[in-house]
């Protein structure tokens, strides 16, 4: 499945349908943080790594880390798939914009944030898929800015249902080396695994260099 594929249009808008249809549902399963256990240590780990204090949320979903990270001093943009959960989050809190977008192709110019947000994205997307969407958080991204992507572990892709959501969705599971590999080969300097406390997820945290400044793999924790 390529960036071009018919197949893979295909799979963005069914994905973007499943949200706009099931959005109630996914904001009720998915809308606050004590659902998710340590979600609220990796929020304040990324922001306290920011440079600065603007922010892309890519994948806002119901807008629950939006509203944290507004809540500690963000400036937050919000960008989504779903034009449901962008009219959720917009309700709910102040972001500074609401960019409907998929993830591979951001309406955005380069170099405007200090740190993007992916919680539980990019898994949505086949795998071969990947480092374009980290080329694209790197384009985006200041230099000097960082990224922190929740990705599921483990091996193999494909259409699944999960408790959260009754319409199936791609999920694309990952080895953390080889994301650390693809963060590398599109230009970020550094880069993290933390495991979360939500069974097999883990976050790939990494940064956009300065010039000439070499990439160092700090790898699994």
């Known amino acids: 499945m390529h960036l071009n594929d018919t197949n893979l249009r295909g799979l963005v808008s069914s994905t973007r349908r499943a949200y706009d249809e099931c959005?109630?549902?996914?904001?009720?399963?998915t809308g606050t943080l004590d659902l998710f256990p340590g979600l609220d240590h990796e929020l304040d780990r990324f922001f306290d790594?920011?440079?600065g204090r603007s922010v892309l949320d890519l994948?806002?979903?119901?807008?629950?880390?939006a509203e944290y990270l507004?809540?500690?001093?963000?400036?937050?943009v919000a960008a989504d798939l779903s034009e449901e959960l962008l009219r959720y989050t917009r309700c709910r809190c102040a972001v500074a914009g609401a960019v409907l977008c998929d993830l591979m192709a951001l309406p955005l110019a380069a170099g405007l944030f200090d740190g993007v947000w992916a919680c539980a994205s990019v898994v949505h997307l086949p795998s071969e898929t990947h480092p374009h969407v980290f080329s694209e958080i790197h384009r985006v991204l200041a230099p000097g800015g960082v990224t922190a992507i929740s990705l599921k572990e483990g091996?193999?892709?494909?259409?699944?249902?999960?408790?959260?959501m009754p319409s199936p969705r791609w999920f694309s599971l990952r080895r953390p080396e080889?994301?650390?590999?693809?963060?590398a080969a599109v230009?970020?300097?550094?880069?993290?695994?933390?495991p979360s406390g939500r069974g097999s997820w883990f976050v790939a945290e990494a940064r956009k260099g300065l010039p000439a400044e070499p990439f160092v793999g700090i790898g699994p924790r």
């Open 49 to 51: 790594a920011l440079p």
């Open 178 to 183: 080889a994301v650390m590999e693809e963060l």
């Open 59 to 65: 994948g806002c979903g119901a807008g629950r880390d």
């Open 23 to 29: 959005a109630e549902v996914y904001v009720r399963s």
């Open 187 to 194: 230009g970020f300097v550094s880069a993290q695994v933390w």
């Open 155 to 164: 091996n193999g892709e494909g259409w699944a249902r999960s408790v959260r």
């Open 70 to 76: 507004i809540g500690r001093g963000a400036t937050v």
